[in-house]
């Protein structure tokens, strides 16, 4: 799939960006988080709307409530640009059931922690054939939902095989009018579990060759190490990080993005949106704002 110009100047920032990550100070619960000029906008979503009980998983029409369309999501967006506030519509996705998640569920929680979560067999998890059903029904929730007026400009997707996997069947009928690029930032938990190591991009060039990789800066994964699983801090601070890519440097008004549900829950907190529990190929419109900080 040929990548726009915009998708092709994305790719020189994306280090840069990640770098801020350790270079700045990290947040921590109970305080502000580095994106606290990002806020999640109720009013449109039931699954962020406190004033509606939590929804069972994958709602009708992505969750939008009763009387909402995208349509008036695009002109929530005008009427605020005009009056000076940026907003951004992210469609989160989950990618579809792994390997790893099959083990966790077999074995148990405590099990998978002290020593499935390490051996090799699990190394960046693949989709089990259960996964890929679910992303194909990701797809047609997908294929719906444009059909009834959502536009999505970019794709931003982990490079983990469960979540490039996810994409090109989800997507697979709106390649030709939505580009997409794959990079670090959006991926799951970093460290200890190897589901959650990602295979060499060479590997990913011969599997996924619709996808541009020039964007990695290296083959083998510089961010995953044996002996340090990610902090609730750091995870908040990558997606702090991840959201400033979105507002900052991308003219995109409506972002896709797959990825996980540990990276999704601190994208929730960032955003200061209610604690919600993705399913497997579930989608999670979030409709953002940039406020003022103080």
């Not at 390490?118 to 929730?141: N, R, V």
């Not at 995109?252 to 907190?269: D, E, P, Y």
């Amino acid at each position: 799939m040929a990548m726009s110009t915009r998708a092709y100047q994305l790719v020189p920032m994306l280090l840069a960006v990640f770098c801020a990550v350790f270079l700045v100070g990290t947040s921590v619960r109970g305080q502000q988080p580095t994106s606290s000029r990002m806020r999640y906008s109720p009013g449109y979503f039931i699954q962020g709307d406190p004033s509606q009980p939590i929804p069972a998983a994958s709602p009708p029409r992505m969750g939008l409530l009763d009387g909402k369309t995208w349509q008036d999501v695009q002109a929530e967006m005008d009427m605020r640009r005009r009056e000076g506030t940026q907003m951004k519509l992210v469609v989160f996705l989950r990618h579809g059931e792994g390997t790893h998640n099959v083990a966790i569920e077999k074995y148990g929680s405590d099990a998978w922690n002290a020593y499935y979560c390490k051996l090799p067999e699990y190394l960046d998890a693949p989709l089990t054939a259960t996964g890929i059903e679910q992303a194909e029904k990701a797809s047609a929730i997908l294929n719906t939902e444009i059909g009834n007026g959502l536009h999505l400009e970019h794709v931003l997707i982990s490079p983990l095989d469960r979540a490039l996997r996810t994409f090109t069947i989800a997507y697979r009928n709106q390649t030709s009018s939505i580009s997409s690029t794959p990079l670090e930032l959006p991926r799951e938990i970093l460290g200890v579990d190897t589901c959650d190591e990602r295979r060499n991009i060479s590997e990913k060039r011969l599997q996924y060759t619709q996808l541009d990789f020039n964007g990695f800066e290296s083959d083998a994964d510089p961010w995953w190490t044996p002996d340090h699983r990610e902090t609730d801090a750091e995870i908040e601070t990558r997606a702090s990080n991840f959201l400033d890519l979105i507002f900052y440097n991308m003219t995109a008004r409506s972002v896709g993005v797959v990825s996980h549900s540990v990276f999704g829950a601190a994208l929730l907190r960032v955003i200061g949106h209610r604690e919600y529990s993705l399913g497997t190929a579930e989608f999670l419109p979030l409709f953002i704002e940039e406020v003022s900080v103080k």
